[in-house]
Every structure is written in C-alpha cells, then in structure tokens.
C-alpha cells in the first residue's frame, strides 16, 4: 500500500523567512504533485513533477523531486501572509490512477 | 477556462436517507475522480471513471455507487446515510489520454452534513 508522509505538519513561520516542507513517499513513483487548499476550499493544483531532478518555480515556491530518494520538497522563500493554507502532497503511482494525498502542511505566516 | 462543476454545494440530509451528488468535469477531460475529505484529513480516494467506464475503486462503502453518463458527467448516489458520512466531497478530472501531463483538476466540492 502507498504510503505518503508529510513533515511538518504544522508550520508557524514569520513573514520573509524561509521554510521547506518535506513529503516522503513508499513506492517508486514519477509522478508527483502539490496543492494548495484554503479553509473549506477546494484544491488549488500547484506543481506537476514527472521526472527525477524535476525543478518548478512559481512566484515564491518551488517544488523539486527526487525519485531515488523517493522525496519532494516545496521550499517557500520570503514568505508573506498570503501563503497561509494547508499543502497537500500527493503521489499518483501510474496514468490515470489515483492520488494519494500526504496529511498536509497547515502553514500560518505571521506578520 | 471552464472548471469541473460540482452540484449542490452545501447538502443537509438525516441519517438513514439518500444523497445524489454530480460532477460536470472540465470539457474533453476523459477521466472522473471522486474523493472524500473529513474535518481536518487529507482527501481519500473513493472512484474513478475513464471513458465512462469505472477504472478504480477505493475505499468507497457498498452503500455508495457512482457512474459516468454518456455526456462524461458523473453521479455519486449515496443511500443509508451516516453520521460518518459528514464531509467534503470533491469530483476531480483529468485528461489521461494526452499521455503527458495529468493534473487533476478539483472542483469546488460539495459539503454533505448528515443529521
């Protein structure tokens, strides 16, 4: 069975600092995504990484991949309030099948 | 862009009755997926479609059913209801087809409460 963990789980951080959230999987997997959900909200897609040593940046996040190690992180830079939310992980083993969804990181980034 | 389309969005129902929730996915997406979110978990994978075909079953009870009509919108019928049956339910989609990228795309979700 498919295992995903995410670590912390829980992150309070200052605006403008610097945080990364871990997600470790169980099987080999390429295919890897991150999400965002506000508080009774949907989920945002963030990141797709497909391939080892897969690198995305979009604004103040960027998610990477490392299939050997069977790890993603998303690393936040110069974080501000409006990241606050909780980040999902989530591994899909093959096309078209389902996704397996870490616990989430519920960030808060205090002023 | 158009989105997946998820109807109703808020539901109250008592224990021991029905519930149909629908799923409109995006426009040429070929794949439907149903996942279930408790109060504070991560979303749980319950059923999926692929060319209106069920292509995976996860943890979805035998009181629940779903299926994938002729015009890709899909239906969750839930009978026998709980208490346990209380959360977020959202329809995901996906082009599976395109043979690269897969995003699935979330709707807004329904919010099933059960009294």
């Known amino acids: 069975e498919l295992k995903v963990e995410q670590n912390p789980l829980f992150l309070s951080m200052q605006e403008g600092k610097n945080y990364t959230i871990y997600c470790n999987y169980s099987t080999t997997s390429d295919r890897l995504y991150w999400y965002r959900q506000d508080p009774g909200k949907s989920l945002e897609s963030l990141f797709v990484l497909l391939s080892n040593g897969a690198v995305k940046q979009e604004g103040r996040l960027m998610a990477s991949l490392d299939t050997k190690a069977r790890l993603s992180t998303l690393h936040i830079t110069a974080a501000v309030h409006d990241l606050s939310a909780t980040y999902f992980c989530?591994?899909?083993?093959?096309?078209?099948?389902?996704?397996?969804f870490g616990e989430g990181t519920q960030l808060t980034v205090n002023p | 862009a158009a989105g997946v389309i998820q109807s109703p969005r808020h539901l109250i129902k008592e224990k021991r009755e029905t519930a149909t929730l629908k799923c409109y996915p995006i426009p040429r997406h070929d794949t439907v997926y149903w996942y279930q979110q408790g109060p504070g978990q991560d979303p749980q994978f319950l059923i999926s479609?692929?060319?209106?075909?069920?292509?995976d079953k996860g943890s979805i009870p035998d009181r629940f059913s779903a299926q994938q009509f002729s015009d890709y919108h899909s239906e969750l019928n839930m009978s026998s209801l709980e208490l346990g049956d209380s959360a977020l339910y959202f329809c995901?989609?996906?082009?599976?087809?395109?043979?690269?990228?897969?995003?699935?795309?979330f709707g807004p979700g329904t919010r099933l409460l059960v009294l």
């Open positions: 995901a989609s996906s082009l599976v087809s395109s043979g690269y990228q897969e995003t699935q795309y």
């Open positions: 989530a591994v899909q083993e093959t096309s078209g099948s389902r996704l397996t």
């Open positions: 479609f692929y060319e209106k075909m069920q292509s």
